[in-house]
Nanobody, 119 residues
Framework: QVQLVESGGGLVQPGGSLRLSCAAS????????MGWYRQAPGKQRELVAT???????NYADSAKGRCTISRSNAKNTVYLQMNSLKPEDTAVYYC?????????????WGQGTQVTVSS
């Protein structure tokens, strides 16, 4: 199995920046992709950004131009740099890791880290 631990969340003013980190441990080989998702109160969890094992990235429209996802294979860690933060970015941010075992898709989730954007 895979364990994921997020860090880096907190309170920031509109226009500010945060960098989230997600450290993976356990049976980490053959992770096909990792990503960040967020969930605001009363809303469904939504994609922010993903990065594959070979470095391909994908961003939600709301994250394009403001967020950058990166990965350190040596440290088994994925990062999300967030700039120009807005109040609507307030949510719990979850780290995700995806594995493919034969035809089965396995998703692993961290505990989440709170991001609050407010004056």
């Amino acid at each position: 199995q895979v364990q994921l631990v997020e860090s880096g969340g907190g309170l920031v003013q509109p226009g500010g920046s945060l960098r989230l980190s997600c450290a993976a441990s356990g049976i980490i080989f053959n992770i096909a992709a990792m990503g960040w998702y967020r969930q605001a109160p009363g809303k469904q969890r939504e994609l922010v950004a993903t990065i594959t094992s070979d470095g391909r990235t994908n961003y939600a429209d709301s994250a394009k131009g403001r967020c950058t996802i990166s990965r350190s294979n040596a440290k088994n860690t994925v990062y999300l740099q967030m700039n120009s933060l807005k109040p609507e970015d307030t949510a719990v941010y979850y780290c995700n890791a995806r594995k493919f075992v034969d035809v089965k898709v396995n998703d692993y989730w961290g505990q989440g880290t709170q991001v609050t954007v407010s004056s």
